[in-house]
């Protein structure tokens, strides 16, 4: 079992804009997060936890500083490779879903196992319907997303995120959408598949119920892990 990181952050700097519209997204964020951990990113709004996932996923550059993911060293990636690291190795879920609206919720799901997952027809099949009963949306399968509400389109996008057992999962926002009891159902799946598949989890929010199921709790502010409140 390796003690290497899951997640390692050093110094990183993003500053958005040039003279007086700059904004000092990040201001020199450290953040290390071990294999199997669950941690909440919690902090006021503006204080950089989308801009830090949008760099540890490859999807924004910081100015300065390293980021390394289950081994990647996501800051050298040219773009064509974060694309690919990110359709291959990482999972994400973000608070619009993403799903492919013509593709039903099965589709969506079993389009994942076809790009990263060596499994015939037979055992996608199987995979992804015990995914979607997992998370209680197996009789919605042959909807379309368009058909499904808020809450049931992002269970889809969980179960999406899950169902090739990735090794760091990110979310921004999950439970943005969803109810109090159905975010509570979501994220205790979550939780024991994350935990079962041996899954990182970092998931930014501003749910108390997500700080709660977490096992460390990280916030942000003002660019910085456990920074000041801006003057
Ligand atoms: N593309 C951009 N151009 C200019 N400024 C930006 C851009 N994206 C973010 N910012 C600024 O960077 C700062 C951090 O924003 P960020 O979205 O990371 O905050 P957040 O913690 O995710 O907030 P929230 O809780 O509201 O989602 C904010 O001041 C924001 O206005
Ligand atoms: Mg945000």
């Given at each position: 079992?390796?003690?290497?990181?899951?997640?390692?952050?050093?110094?990183?700097?993003?500053?958005y804009?040039s003279?007086?519209?700059?904004?000092?997204?990040?201001?020199g964020v450290?953040f290390?997060?071990?294999?199997?951990?669950?941690?909440?990113?919690t902090?006021?709004?503006?204080s950089?936890k989308?801009?830090?996932?949008?760099?540890?996923?490859?999807?924004?550059r910081?100015?300065?500083?390293?980021?390394?993911v289950?081994?990647?060293?996501?800051?050298?990636?040219?773009?064509?490779?974060?694309?690919?690291w990110?359709?291959?190795?990482?999972?994400?879920?973000?608070?619009?879903?993403?799903?492919?609206?013509?593709?039903?919720?099965?589709?969506?799901?079993?389009m994942?196992?076809?790009?990263?997952?060596a499994?015939?027809r037979s055992?996608?099949?199987s995979?992804?319907?015990?995914?979607?009963?997992?998370?209680?949306?197996?009789?919605?399968?042959?909807?379309?997303?368009?058909?499904?509400?808020?809450?049931?389109?992002?269970?889809?996008?969980?179960?999406?995120?899950?169902?090739?057992e990735?090794?760091?999962?990110?979310?921004?926002?999950?439970?943005?959408e969803?109810?109090?009891?159905?975010a509570?159902?979501?994220?205790?799946?979550?939780?024991?598949?994350?935990?079962?598949?041996?899954?990182?989890?970092?998931?930014?929010?501003?749910?108390?119920?997500?700080a709660?199921?977490?096992?460390?709790?990280?916030?942000?502010?003002?660019?910085?892990?456990?920074?000041?409140?801006?003057?």
């Amino acid at each position: 079992m390796s003690t290497k990181p899951a997640i390692a952050v050093a110094g990183l700097t993003r500053t958005y804009g040039s003279g007086d519209a700059q904004v000092h997204a990040l201001r020199g964020v450290d953040f290390i997060a071990t294999p199997g951990e669950f941690v909440a990113l919690t902090g006021p709004s503006g204080s950089g936890k989308t801009t830090l996932l949008n760099c540890l996923l490859g999807l924004d550059r910081g100015d300065s500083g390293t980021i390394e993911v289950a081994g990647t060293a996501v800051d050298q990636l040219t773009y064509e490779q974060a694309v690919e690291w990110r359709r291959t190795k990482v999972a994400i879920v973000f608070q619009a879903t993403g799903l492919i609206p013509h593709l039903t919720g099965e589709e969506n799901v079993d389009m994942v196992l076809r790009i990263r997952a060596a499994m015939d027809r037979s055992e996608r099949q199987s995979r992804v319907a015990e995914i979607l009963d997992a998370l209680g949306v197996g009789e919605l399968s042959e909807h379309l997303p368009e058909e499904m509400s808020g809450g049931q389109r992002q269970r889809f996008a969980i179960a999406r995120a899950l169902v090739a057992e990735p090794t760091i999962l990110v979310a921004d926002e999950p439970t943005g959408e969803l109810d109090s009891d159905t975010a509570q159902d979501v994220l205790g799946v979550l939780r024991s598949e994350s935990e079962r598949l041996g899954t990182t989890l970092l998931i930014a929010t501003h749910d108390r119920l997500v700080a709660t199921e977490a096992d460390r709790v990280v916030t942000m502010r003002n660019g910085q892990i456990g920074g000041a409140d801006p003057q």
